[in-house]
């Protein structure tokens, strides 16, 4: 059995170890690192979990469904046939040489053996070429005569009854063919770092340490001076060298199966049915940046496993990436979401919680103050008032630019909404800060122009400070502040690095203020995810509820992202969720689908729709009553029916190629069995997968 600890760290050793005594612990088997590096993982096609997969022929896969005891049965009874035929065979073809050389005359007993030698050989070969392939013999030699069949099929076998307790001596079982075995450090044993590569050989690496050391040595050999720091980083600090700031070197708890090698995390496995094409069928399905540039969308009813069994692995296998050094992290969802635990993450966000250690800018950084105003402004408007952005976003710009210029930060949520109330004393201030900084000309138009919209009924301002009080509550006292006085605020510019942050809403205790805050986070998120220069890490967002974090903004943003290495993954209980003008344009923008079972058929439709049609082979089989022939016939059939009662009839087939739907909204909304998931997914290059049925319980 497989002990906690040790899921999801590749190849492991799964021998049972003794039990252990009441007051002790069981230790967790050690990470057989050399065999783990060594495991094949050939090309595949996307979405194929590549850590030992082995491609299977479409032929020897259709071959391979006849059981073996069928299959020999049926070589055994050819092999007969073709016996009988060629004995008969030749017995009539010698009967008529004979009969034939009879009119020749002076010929030889040489020329007659030499007919009976052709008669012999030509016999043989059409009664074996007949029985070849109805015996299936070349799949009888695949499966046992071949060194991989007799590993397979015929080892097992012969060492269980060789093992098995007789009267006779017990025999050693027939070992397995021993796993590959390879050197993971003979880049630097051979690269100039042996004494590096001696050290880790002492120590034990995990997983997460193997890449983050890799990582580390890529880096160095971009510039030979650098391998004598490398090296010495590694003798000082063994396995543990150039970990993350945390110190984290795994994360506790991680239940998936991860393969970081090639950065793929397994969800689950393909099933083996007509619908999912021939490559995939009973194959790993994984998931990986590939496919997560592209973003997903997944759509289920609660309860369904969108968090168990794809928002949490996601999240998981983006923060070990961060803890070796190749991706960000970025989960949101409310606080009692199944994310994963706090000591996953660097930074946790609890907004509404006292004791949350962080706050959130509300502007996420941004330098230009036009640019995160508007932002702001799409963040605190709901679904409902959107037709009022554009002249909310100017109001908003109106003052944060002002604000920006006289006091170089951002205002905060209570100065904010005292200047877009027309509170006097706030107005007062600010234009005598930007008097003083020499300001005060260049920002006076837009100063005038919020004072002659103030009183007005449609002035934008007022409903903007109404929205803001949702954020100006006891309970977020200091998790907005600009001045330094409150919680260290956390900006979404931090995405160069490799964090892993989780933003805790207050879903149950303030709902329409965990809306604004869910829109705003994953705003910033994607023009923080585009704007990045550097993008060797791969930005990842996870939002367990996106019903309410999604506008038109992120929606163009999700595109932008796929350039960006950077991706999120977004789940929804139903795009009835989503205002309509949003439902489709937000299709266009992922590359990658999934359905939980569960959903409505008018959510159906969009996925059916999406994924398209293809043309299958249809073959319509019809039955009709026999009406034909004379008196005799008539009678003959007349007793049938008063002897079997049934009613002789004819059969036609018909064959044709017709287009139909991958999958219907109805096999989506009621076909789909719990537990599993259909999903289609496109990679970053443009590389698309047809929908696939996945059993994600695996």
């Given at each position: 059995m497989e002990l906690d600890g040790a899921q999801g760290h590749g190849d492991r050793t799964t021998t049972t170890p003794p039990?252990?005594?009441?007051?002790?612990?069981?230790?967790?088997?050690?990470?057989?690192?050399?065999?783990?590096?060594?495991?094949?993982?050939?090309?595949?096609?996307?979405?194929i979990y590549r850590q030992g997969y082995r491609q299977i022929d479409p032929e020897r896969a259709e071959e391979a469904k006849v059981a073996t005891w069928p299959l020999l049965w049926r070589a055994a009874l050819n092999v007969i046939a073709t016996i009988a035929t060629y004995y008969v065979g030749t017995v009539v073809l010698m009967y008529g040489a004979g009969f034939v050389l009879r009119w020749f005359d002076g010929t030889s007993p040489e020329q007659f053996d030499v007919a009976q030698i052709l008669i012999n050989m030509v016999t043989i070969g059409c009664a074996a070429a007949v029985f070849w392939r109805t015996g299936r013999w070349r799949e009888v030699g695949r499966r046992f005569l071949t060194r991989e069949g007799w590993r397979r099929n015929v080892a097992p076998v012969l060492a269980k009854a060789i093992t098995h307790e007789g009267p006779g001596p017990v025999r050693p079982a027939v070992e397995p063919e021993p796993e590959?075995?390879?050197?993971?450090?003979?880049?630097?044993?051979?690269?100039?770092?042996?004494?590096?590569?001696e050290t880790l050989d002492r120590e034990a690496v995990g997983d997460v340490d193997y890449m983050r050391i890799q990582r580390a040595w890529e880096s160095a050999q971009a510039d030979q001076a650098f391998v004598p720091a490398f090296v010495e980083q590694v003798r000082a600090r063994g396995a543990a060298a150039f970990s993350h700031p945390s110190g984290s070197r795994d994360l506790q708890g991680r239940a998936a199966h991860h393969d970081l090698l090639v950065q793929q995390v397994r969800l689950g496995t393909t099933q083996d049915v007509?619908?999912?094409?021939?490559t995939y069928r009973a194959t790993g399905f994984a998931l990986d940046p590939t496919l997560l540039g592209t973003s997903l969308l997944a759509v289920g009813p609660a309860g369904t496993g969108k968090t168990a069994r794809l928002a949490r692995p996601a999240i998981e296998a983006l923060c070990?990436?961060?803890?070796?050094?190749?991706?960000?992290?970025?989960?949101?969802?409310?606080?009692?979401?199944?994310?994963?635990?706090?000591?996953?993450?660097?930074?946790?966000?609890a907004l509404g919680e006292a004791g949350s250690a962080y706050g959130l800018d509300l502007y996420g950084a941004t330098q230009d103050p036009d640019e995160a105003a508007a932002r702001l402004a799409d963040a605190l408007l709901p679904d409902e008032l959107t037709a009022r952005a554009e002249s909310a976003r100017v109001a908003l710009q109106q003052v944060v630019g002002p604000f920006h210029a006289a006091y170089g930060r951002y205002p905060g949520v209570r100065e904010l909404r005292g200047l877009l109330a027309g509170d006097p004393e706030v107005k007062e201030a600010l234009v005598k800060a930007l008097r003083e900084a020499g300001r005060l000309t260049a920002h006076e138009r837009?100063?005038?122009?919020?004072?002659?919209?103030?009183?007005?009924?449609?002035?934008?301002?007022?409903?903007?400070?109404?929205?803001?009080?949702?954020?100006?509550?006891?309970?977020?006292e200091g998790a907005f502040t600009t001045d330094g006085t409150g919680k260290p605020p956390f900006a979404m510019r931090a995405l160069d690095h490799p964090l892993r942050v989780r933003v805790k809403l207050p879903e149950r205790s303030h709902p329409e203020a965990a809306r604004i805050l869910s829109r705003l986070v994953v705003g910033q998120f994607v023009l923080a995810a585009v704007a990045r220069e550097d993008r060797?890490?791969?930005?990842?967002?996870?939002?367990?509820?996106a019903s309410a974090a999604l506008d038109s903004g992120t929606v163009r943003g999700l595109q932008r992202m796929r350039g960006a290495n950077a991706g999120a993954v977004l789940l929804l209980r139903t795009l009835m969720d989503l205002p309509e003008a949003l439902r489709t344009p937000l299709f266009g923008a992922v590359g990658c689908r999934m359905v939980f079972p569960g959903i409505a058929p008018w959510d159906g439709k969009f996925f059916s729709e999406a994924w398209g049609t293809h043309v299958i082979h249809e073959r319509v089989v019809t039955h009709a009553p026999q009406t034909e022939g004379g008196v005799v016939r008539r009678a003959g059939r007349l007793g049938r029916k008063a002897l079997s009662g049934t009613t002789a009839q004819t059969e036609s087939v018909t064959t044709r190629d017709v287009e139909r739907l991958r999958w219907s909204p109805s096999d989506l909304a009621?076909?789909?069995p719990a537990g599993h998931a259909v999903v289609s997914l496109t990679t970053v290059s443009g590389e698309q997968v047809p929908p696939l049925l996945v059993d994600l319980r695996g």
């Open positions: 039990t252990p005594m009441p007051h002790q612990r069981p230790r967790p088997p050690a990470f057989d690192l050399p065999t783990w590096v060594a495991t094949p993982r050939p090309e595949a096609a996307p979405g590959p075995v390879a050197d993971p450090w003979a880049a630097q044993r051979f690269g100039g770092a042996a004494a590096a590569a007509p619908k999912n094409p021939q070990l990436q961060a803890l070796a050094g190749r991706a960000c992290a970025v989960a949101v969802g409310a606080a009692d979401a199944d994310l994963g635990p706090d000591v996953w993450y660097d930074v946790v966000i837009d100063l005038k122009h919020r004072d002659l919209q103030q009183g007005r009924a449609d002035d934008p301002g007022t409903l903007l400070a109404d929205r803001l009080a949702l954020l100006d509550r006891p309970a977020f060797s890490l791969f930005a990842g967002l996870v939002v367990d509820d009621h076909a789909l």
